[in-house]
């Protein structure tokens, strides 16, 4: 017997799908991932080398306010007789500023010509330590200022380049390059020394 024929024809033989990927290429379920890896550790490091310069910075500054701080702190400028709160006298009165007492009797030496502009303008003028924390750069500064109101008419200064200890008594040195006035309203005096 032989086989018959089916009613509907012979089957076809079946076509495969075809594959929109190329021949023998099955498309991957899973997206590729994006390897980040380098970037990741660029951003890593950028962000320790900005905090480190931050740091750096932020130490910087905090050691110049700090300093800053500790120099204004060691000069005491609101003391009787300082640039901010000089003394009233009147020529050859005694008077002290910062345990450093200055004998009475001196007296101003006004210059004659142009020759005597710069040299001792202050005659007579001593200076003794009471001070117990006498110290290498501890020396007397002064500056004598003739006024007329708010007007500086003239100024002397007067310094002493030795150390003295406590009970010391030296000779001050006193210049100016002023012409001292003959009539001035008030005299005043302040310590020009830079430590207290």
């Not at 023998?24 to 390897?35: C, D, E, Q, S, V």
Request: charged share 25%; with cysteine.
């Amino acid at each position: 017997m032989s086989q018959q024929p089916p009613p509907y024809g012979a089957p076809e033989p079946q076509q495969p799908y075809p594959n929109p990927y190329g021949p023998g290429a099955y498309p991957n379920p899973y997206p590729p991932r994006n390897n980040n890896g380098t970037r990741n550790v660029l951003l890593i490091v950028g962000l320790v080398v900005v905090l480190f310069c931050g740091g750096l910075v932020a130490l910087t500054a905090w050691g110049v306010v700090s300093v800053k701080n500790g120099i204004e702190d060691s000069f005491d400028t609101d003391y009787r007789g300082s640039s901010k709160d000089p003394l009233t006298i009147k020529e050859g009165q005694a008077f002290e500023i910062r345990d450093f007492e200055y004998a009475e009797g001196w007296s101003f030496v006004r210059p004659t010509g142009p020759d005597d502009l710069g040299s001792d303008q202050i005659t007579g003028l001593s200076v003794t330590s009471s001070r117990e924390d006498a110290e290498s750069w501890d020396r007397p500064s002064i500056t004598f200022t003739f006024r007329e109101g708010t007007r500086v008419l003239a100024q002397v200064d007067c310094r002493l380049d030795v150390t003295l200890s406590e009970g010391d008594t030296a000779d001050m040195d006193c210049s100016g390059y002023d012409d001292l006035p003959q009539e001035f309203e008030t005299l005043q005096v302040h310590d020009r020394s830079t430590y207290e």
